[in-house]
Protein backbone atom coordinates (compact mmCIF):
# COMPACT_ATOMS: atom_id res chain seq x y z
CA UNK A 1 0.00 0.00 0.00
CA UNK A 2 1.46 3.49 -1.12
CA UNK A 3 1.90 5.95 1.77
CA UNK A 4 1.58 10.10 1.01
CA UNK A 5 5.03 11.87 1.07
CA UNK A 6 4.92 15.62 2.02
CA UNK A 7 7.35 17.21 0.08
CA UNK A 8 8.74 20.32 1.25
CA UNK A 9 10.79 22.69 -1.14
CA UNK A 10 13.62 24.88 -0.83
CA UNK A 11 13.30 28.42 -2.34
CA UNK A 12 15.74 27.90 -4.12
CA UNK A 13 14.63 24.69 -6.04
CA UNK A 14 11.82 26.34 -6.69
CA UNK A 15 13.17 28.85 -8.68
CA UNK A 16 15.23 26.00 -10.38
CA UNK A 17 12.34 24.07 -11.30
CA UNK A 18 9.86 26.72 -12.49
CA UNK A 19 11.11 30.36 -12.35
CA UNK A 20 8.12 31.27 -14.45
CA UNK A 21 5.18 29.61 -12.40
CA UNK A 22 3.92 32.66 -10.48
CA UNK A 23 2.56 30.40 -7.71
CA UNK A 24 5.67 30.57 -6.39
CA UNK A 25 5.29 34.68 -5.71
CA UNK A 26 4.36 34.60 -2.41
CA UNK A 27 7.25 32.17 -1.53
CA UNK A 28 9.51 34.38 -3.29
CA UNK A 29 8.04 37.64 -0.77
CA UNK A 30 8.45 35.47 2.27
CA UNK A 31 12.16 34.45 1.11
CA UNK A 32 12.90 38.60 0.87
CA UNK A 33 11.65 38.98 3.88
CA UNK A 34 13.69 36.07 5.27
CA UNK A 35 16.87 37.21 4.21
CA UNK A 36 16.26 40.80 6.11
CA UNK A 37 15.52 38.88 9.01
CA UNK A 38 18.25 36.47 9.18
CA UNK A 39 20.90 38.92 6.89
CA UNK A 40 21.00 36.05 4.45
CA UNK A 41 21.26 36.95 0.86
CA UNK A 42 19.81 35.07 -2.52
CA UNK A 43 20.42 37.30 -5.52
CA UNK A 44 19.01 34.34 -7.96
CA UNK A 45 15.57 34.35 -6.11
CA UNK A 46 15.46 37.80 -6.74
CA UNK A 47 15.76 38.37 -9.62
CA UNK A 48 13.50 35.25 -10.53
CA UNK A 49 10.62 37.29 -8.64
CA UNK A 50 11.39 40.49 -10.33
CA UNK A 51 10.68 38.95 -13.57
CA UNK A 52 7.65 37.25 -12.18
CA UNK A 53 6.89 41.28 -11.30
CA UNK A 54 7.17 42.03 -14.83
CA UNK A 55 4.40 39.16 -15.83
CA UNK A 56 2.30 39.67 -12.65
CA UNK A 57 2.32 43.65 -12.69
CA UNK A 58 -0.43 43.88 -10.35
CA UNK A 59 0.98 41.58 -7.86
CA UNK A 60 3.84 44.09 -7.22
CA UNK A 61 4.93 44.66 -3.50
CA UNK A 62 7.14 47.77 -3.15
CA UNK A 63 8.01 47.41 0.01
CA UNK A 64 9.57 43.99 -1.39
CA UNK A 65 11.07 45.76 -4.35
CA UNK A 66 12.60 48.29 -2.33
CA UNK A 67 14.09 45.48 0.24
CA UNK A 68 15.25 43.39 -3.12
CA UNK A 69 17.52 47.22 -3.80
CA UNK A 70 18.73 47.55 -0.80
CA UNK A 71 20.20 44.23 -0.34
CA UNK A 72 22.02 44.39 -3.57
CA UNK A 73 23.42 48.13 -2.66
CA UNK A 74 24.69 45.90 0.39
CA UNK A 75 25.73 43.28 -2.03
CA UNK A 76 28.93 46.05 -4.11
CA UNK A 77 31.36 45.66 -5.58
CA UNK A 78 28.95 42.73 -7.33
CA UNK A 79 26.52 44.75 -9.81
CA UNK A 80 23.76 42.83 -8.27
CA UNK A 81 21.96 46.64 -8.44
CA UNK A 82 22.14 46.99 -12.13
CA UNK A 83 20.85 43.45 -12.45
CA UNK A 84 18.09 43.91 -10.39
CA UNK A 85 16.99 47.52 -12.00
CA UNK A 86 17.06 46.16 -15.14
CA UNK A 87 13.65 44.01 -14.10
CA UNK A 88 12.18 47.42 -12.62
CA UNK A 89 9.89 49.31 -15.00
CA UNK A 90 10.70 52.57 -15.81
CA UNK A 91 7.56 54.23 -14.22
CA UNK A 92 8.09 52.19 -10.69
CA UNK A 93 11.73 53.66 -11.17
CA UNK A 94 10.45 57.03 -11.17
CA UNK A 95 8.70 56.53 -6.91
CA UNK A 96 10.33 59.04 -4.81
CA UNK A 97 11.94 55.52 -2.80
CA UNK A 98 13.46 54.16 -5.68
CA UNK A 99 15.00 57.63 -7.48
CA UNK A 100 16.73 57.87 -3.46
CA UNK A 101 18.16 54.29 -3.74
CA UNK A 102 19.35 55.07 -7.85
CA UNK A 103 21.33 58.12 -6.46
CA UNK A 104 22.72 55.77 -3.25
CA UNK A 105 24.05 53.87 -5.93
CA UNK A 106 25.75 56.07 -7.57
CA UNK A 107 27.42 57.58 -4.73
CA UNK A 108 28.68 54.15 -4.14
CA UNK A 109 30.09 53.38 -7.80
CA UNK A 110 31.39 57.06 -7.72
CA UNK A 111 33.07 56.66 -4.28
CA UNK A 112 31.39 59.16 -3.19
CA UNK A 113 30.81 58.31 0.44
CA UNK A 114 30.04 61.92 2.01
CA UNK A 115 27.31 62.50 -0.38
CA UNK A 116 26.23 58.74 0.29
CA UNK A 117 25.99 59.30 4.11
CA UNK A 118 24.27 62.05 3.92
CA UNK A 119 21.46 61.39 1.34
CA UNK A 120 21.13 58.16 3.31
CA UNK A 121 20.77 59.88 6.35
CA UNK A 122 17.84 61.91 4.97
CA UNK A 123 16.08 57.70 3.98
CA UNK A 124 16.60 56.19 6.95
CA UNK A 125 12.96 54.66 6.73
CA UNK A 126 14.83 52.77 3.76
CA UNK A 127 17.70 51.72 4.62
CA UNK A 128 17.25 51.07 8.10
CA UNK A 129 14.24 49.03 7.11
CA UNK A 130 17.35 46.43 6.37
CA UNK A 131 19.63 45.24 8.99
CA UNK A 132 23.58 45.07 8.70
CA UNK A 133 22.95 47.81 5.72
CA UNK A 134 25.43 50.37 7.60
CA UNK A 135 28.00 47.36 8.04
CA UNK A 136 27.83 46.45 4.52
CA UNK A 137 28.56 49.60 3.08
CA UNK A 138 31.52 50.61 5.55
CA UNK A 139 32.95 47.10 3.92
CA UNK A 140 32.21 48.47 0.76
CA UNK A 141 34.06 51.86 1.38
CA UNK A 142 36.88 50.12 3.18
CA UNK A 143 37.20 47.81 -0.30
CA UNK A 144 37.28 50.65 -1.96
CA UNK A 145 39.78 52.66 -0.16
CA UNK A 146 42.39 49.20 -0.48
CA UNK A 147 42.50 49.52 -3.92
CA UNK A 148 43.81 53.37 -3.74
CA UNK A 149 45.78 53.84 -0.41
CA UNK A 150 48.66 51.84 1.26
CA UNK A 151 48.40 54.28 4.28
CA UNK A 152 45.16 56.11 4.46
CA UNK A 153 44.53 59.31 6.61
CA UNK A 154 42.34 59.08 10.10
CA UNK A 155 39.78 61.80 8.48
CA UNK A 156 39.75 60.07 5.21
CA UNK A 157 38.48 56.94 6.66
CA UNK A 158 36.58 58.55 8.85
CA UNK A 159 34.48 60.19 6.41
CA UNK A 160 34.50 57.05 4.13
CA UNK A 161 32.68 55.18 6.86
CA UNK A 162 30.75 57.33 8.56
CA UNK A 163 32.23 56.71 12.09
CA UNK A 164 34.22 59.22 14.37
CA UNK A 165 35.63 60.38 17.75
CA UNK A 166 35.47 57.15 20.15
CA UNK A 167 33.51 54.79 17.93
CA UNK A 168 36.14 55.27 15.37
CA UNK A 169 38.72 54.27 17.97
CA UNK A 170 36.69 51.41 19.15
CA UNK A 171 36.40 50.16 15.01
CA UNK A 172 40.28 50.85 14.66
CA UNK A 173 40.99 49.31 17.87
CA UNK A 174 38.89 46.06 16.30
CA UNK A 175 40.55 46.00 12.89
CA UNK A 176 44.28 45.85 14.14
CA UNK A 177 43.27 43.27 16.16
CA UNK A 178 41.76 41.24 13.41
CA UNK A 179 41.97 42.67 10.34
CA UNK A 180 46.06 43.29 10.48
CA UNK A 181 45.73 47.36 10.32
CA UNK A 182 48.44 48.80 11.65
CA UNK A 183 48.16 52.70 12.72
CA UNK A 184 51.22 54.68 12.45
CA UNK A 185 51.36 58.85 13.38
CA UNK A 186 51.17 60.91 10.32
CA UNK A 187 52.40 64.55 10.15
CA UNK A 188 51.40 67.12 12.75
CA UNK A 189 49.37 65.16 14.98
CA UNK A 190 47.37 63.41 11.94
CA UNK A 191 46.68 59.32 12.31
CA UNK A 192 47.45 56.78 9.46
CA UNK A 193 46.37 53.89 9.11
CA UNK A 194 48.41 50.89 7.49
CA UNK A 195 46.40 48.69 4.73
CA UNK A 196 46.92 45.24 4.05
CA UNK A 197 48.72 44.96 1.44
CA UNK A 198 47.70 43.70 -1.76
CA UNK A 199 48.40 43.79 -5.57
CA UNK A 200 45.68 47.20 -5.81
CA UNK A 201 47.92 49.41 -3.02
CA UNK A 202 51.50 47.56 -3.36
CA UNK A 203 52.00 47.09 -7.26
CA UNK A 204 55.03 45.13 -6.83
CA UNK A 205 53.09 42.42 -5.54
CA UNK A 206 51.55 41.82 -8.87
CA UNK A 207 53.85 40.53 -11.47
CA UNK A 208 54.81 43.24 -13.70
CA UNK A 209 53.89 42.63 -17.20
CA UNK A 210 57.17 42.86 -18.41
CA UNK A 211 59.05 39.98 -15.88
CA UNK A 212 56.99 37.56 -18.01
CA UNK A 213 57.54 39.15 -21.77
CA UNK A 214 59.78 36.58 -23.54
CA UNK A 215 63.22 37.48 -24.44
CA UNK A 216 62.54 36.99 -27.62
CA UNK A 217 59.64 39.33 -28.08
CA UNK A 218 61.72 42.20 -26.53
CA UNK A 219 64.38 41.34 -28.79
CA UNK A 220 61.80 42.23 -31.71
CA UNK A 221 61.07 45.27 -30.03
CA UNK A 222 64.53 47.01 -29.71
CA UNK A 223 64.54 47.50 -33.61
CA UNK A 224 61.30 49.25 -33.68
CA UNK A 225 62.23 51.69 -31.06
CA UNK A 226 65.59 52.28 -32.86
CA UNK A 227 64.04 52.67 -36.16
Known amino acids: MGREVDVQYTVEQLVAVNPYNPDILNDLENHVNEQVSSQTYSLDANLC ?7 KPERMST ?5 ILVKALMAMPAPDFSLCLFLIPERVQMEEQFKTL ?11 FRQFWDEAAKSRHIVEAVPGFEQAIQAYAIHVLSLTYQKVPRPVLAEAINIEGLSLDKFLEQQVANCGWILQKGHGRGQLIVLPRNE ?5 LKKNAADSVPFEHIT ?3 PILGG
Do not use: D
Open 63 to 67: QIVSR
Open 49 to 55: LLRLYQF
Open 102 to 112: IVLSHYLETGR
Open 200 to 204: FNQPE
Open 220 to 222: RIF
